[in-house]
């Protein structure tokens, strides 16, 4: 993954109104995704020398004003069912469009990307690019970095199986870590699917409201526990309904894995076709750490993955590793140990915490906030 951080001074403008605040002087400007063909724009008296227009609506005499006086056109394109060039991050009620998961633009985009996924044409390989770019320039904008490294919000990771079904032990443990995190003012971060990742935006989610609360949602949920039953994603909107004053969460999912449903209760979605991109993201920008719920293989691949990172210091910090389920990290397999003895003499095997139960995670990540590398 490209490293989120402020690379640039340039100024982005993604409305009509940031366009009319931003001045005369839009040279070496980016402009997104606004429509200017209801507006009377005297371009001549426009600084727009290296203006990037992405996606705009412009009439054609527009266009060549633009053009003339040294602006950057990329045009909008038709053929596609999504917004190459958007300026914000998804809602789960924009991927459902009318809370019909049969019919969603989720599932419309994902038959789009099946179609050619192995062997797009040049133009489609080279939109969904512009498209998941367009996604690393939004999520930039909500987690606000700083030029050390950081973020504005503590992003917590949560990893886990997508198939953990929501009557699982460690579906509830991870709803409920969640649900801690999210109150004492944590960003909980996801891959955006069902299982592991539903139970952990459930969780923040439900962060302002009790624990009992937080089980009687669950109960309702469990009534379809695998995201492919009858009712799955209806049960899921009776919880939103029940509890409408949820708190912020951020999903990070792929139109790779689009045969699962992006979850419903993330707040910011950052969907993306690359799957390498979004793994290497999610990661990345989970600077206060990732909680390793029982997956399977994927889960394994991003416990090393988070390793390497630690390991080289790759993004300039060094977060914690918090393994949940013993018996799964110590007995089923060997996975604790490897880390433990792959994180030998190096400052995150200090960071590297082996829990069981809710209260005991929030308490590893409390006690162990990310550390600055010196490289």
């Known amino acids: ?50 203006t990037t227009f992405l996606g705009c609506h412009l009439n054609e005499d527009d266009q060549l004003k633009i053009i003339k006086q040294g602006g950057v056109i990329f045009p909008k394109s038709p053929n596609v069912c999504y917004e190459p060039y958007r ?19 989720d599932l419309e985009i994902y038959n789009h990307f099946s179609d050619t996924k192995f062997n797009p044409s040049m133009m489609d390989a080279l939109l969904q690019r512009v ?19 950081g973020y504005g919000h503590k992003g917590v990771g949560i990893m886990g199986g997508h198939g953990t079904l929501r009557t699982d032990e460690y579906y509830k443990k991870v709803a409920r870590t969640a649900q801690l995190l999210s109150a004492e003012g944590y960003l909980v971060m996801s891959g955006g699917g069902p299982g592991t990742m539903e139970a952990a935006n459930l969780g923040a989610y439900m962060g302002k409201y009790t624990e009992a609360d937080l089980q009687d949602a669950i109960k309702t949920l469990s009534s379809a ?27 990070i999912p792929t139109w790779f894995y689009g045969h699962e449903p992006s979850n419903v209760f993330a707040t910011h979605i950052a969907k993306y076709f690359s799957n390498s991109i979004r793994e290497d993201t999610l990661l990345a920008t989970a600077l206060h750490g990732i909680l390793y719920a029982p997956g399977s293989a994927g889960t394994t691949q991003e416990i090393f993955m988070d390793a390497a990172q630690n390991h080289y210091a790759t993004f300039d910090y060094i977060s914690p590793m918090i393994f949940m389920g013993k018996k799964r990290y110590t007995q089923d397999t060997n996975l604790y140990s490897t880390i433990q003895q792959l994180s030998k003499g190096k400052k995150y095997g200090e960071m590297i915490k082996l829990v069981d139960t809710p209260d005991d995670a929030l308490a590893a990540f409390k006690s162990l906030p990310p550390v600055k590398a010196y490289k």
């Open 1 to 50: 993954m490209h490293k989120i951080s402020l690379t640039s001074s340039i100024k982005e403008i993604h409305s009509y109104k940031e366009f009319l605040q931003s001045g005369y002087d839009l040279r070496d400007a980016t402009v997104q995704c606004v429509d200017f063909t209801k507006q009377e724009i005297n371009w001549a008296s426009l600084d727009i020398l290296n």
């Open 87 to 105: 300026n914000h991050l998804y809602t789960w009620q924009e991927l459902y469009k009318g809370n019909d998961q049969s019919v969603s633009k």
């Open 131 to 149: 498209h998941d770019q367009c996604i690393d320039d939004a999520l930039r904008d909500y987690l606000k970095p700083d030029d050390a490294g």
């Open 225 to 251: 526990p695998y995201f492919t039953d009858d009712g799955f994603h209806e049960l899921s909107i009776t919880v939103l309904e029940t509890y409408p004053d949820g708190m912020e969460s951020l999903a």
